[in-house]
């Protein structure tokens, strides 16, 4: 049979778009396989239901659970294992070290007779909006708490917990504050806290100031004007209730999530499977997750 150069320029060119598809079609499988949301691994379940999560902002070793059915649970987070159940309840949102505390509640985990103490209500501030922890040492614990009257600038308070007689008290820290308060964190990776601001039209800005600064000023009892310390790092859009931070990388949480990139100023989806949302990480490759009502699971960041 003859072949025409015509008819053999076509042949292989229909051979090589042959192959081509084919080739292709072997790779679906892996690109597909990679983007499937993975399941992580499973560090702690509630069959009942979970109530709300709290990370432990200290060493973050562990997490706080409250499950639906009462009381409260420290789970280790390397291995998922429960050190201690707790009687009790606290409408705390920040947990450090032994004590959690919230807006104006002041709690503290009794681990030997395994219970949450109230250790008595801090007066409540106009519009406060969130709290976080800054640090503690051999006599006391500290925490900020941000907000902003709606006639009158925003503010930072510091809240002191005495270890020995468990007294809270609350003074101003910090004024000047612009814009409308969000989420704060230490950011364990690089020695900073952050600060978030609100402008009121879906978008942030975030601020950083050292630590050892702000630290040195609580221990002080001092008080300073929020741009003496406090610099623009970044700014975004997306809700910012809740935050963890480490290093350059931070995850939003609660209402909306999403991962925050400092250094590329850039924001990230957190790619968890539908039902999850992250509330922390762990370490610099990891999320955890609140998934589903009922667990708490680790995934790879991807």
């Not at 639906?68 to 920040?94: E, F, M, N, Q, T």
Request: hydrophobic fraction near 40%; include cysteine; charged fraction near 20%.
């Amino acid at each position: 049979m003859i072949i025409s150069r015509h008819s053999a320029s076509a042949f292989f060119r229909s051979l090589a778009a042959t192959v081509g598809v084919l080739c292709a079609a072997s790779l679906l499988p892996t690109r597909t396989a990679f983007s499937q949301p993975v399941e992580g691994t499973l560090l702690h379940s509630e069959p009942g239901g979970i109530a709300r999560v709290l990370r432990e902002q200290r060493r973050g070793d562990t997490f706080l659970v409250y499950p639906k059915a009462g009381g409260a649970k420290r789970v280790r987070v390397r291995d998922g294992k429960i050190l201690h159940v707790y009687a009790g309840a606290c409408s705390g949102s920040a947990f450090a070290g032994q004590y959690v505390v919230g807006l104006t509640a002041n709690c503290l985990l009794d681990d030997d007779r395994e219970r949450i103490v109230d250790l008595g209500p801090t007066p409540a501030f106009d519009n406060a909006f969130h709290i976080s922890w800054l640090d503690e040492d051999d006599t006391s614990v500290r925490f900020l708490m941000n907000g902003r009257p709606w006639t009158s600038e925003g503010y930072i308070m510091l809240r002191t917990i005495d270890k020995v007689s468990s007294r809270a008290q609350a003074k101003n820290f910090v004024s000047g504050v612009p814009g409308y308060s969000g989420a704060m964190s230490v950011n364990r990776g690089i020695d900073t806290f952050l600060f978030t601001m609100g402008t009121g039209e879906f978008s942030n800005v975030l601020y950083s100031a050292g630590l050892a600064g702000l630290r040195a000023a609580a221990a002080a009892g001092a008080t300073f004007n929020f741009q003496e310390k406090f610099q623009e790092a970044a700014r975004f859009e997306g809700l910012s209730f809740n935050m963890d931070a480490l290093g350059d990388k931070l995850v939003y949480h609660t209402e909306e999530s999403y991962l925050y990139d400092i250094k590329g100023n850039r924001r990230q989806e957190h790619g968890l499977r539908q039902g999850c949302e992250p509330f922390a990480f762990d370490g610099p490759d990891a999320l955890l997750a609140q998934c589903d009502g009922k667990e708490i699971r680790r995934f790879p960041i991807r």
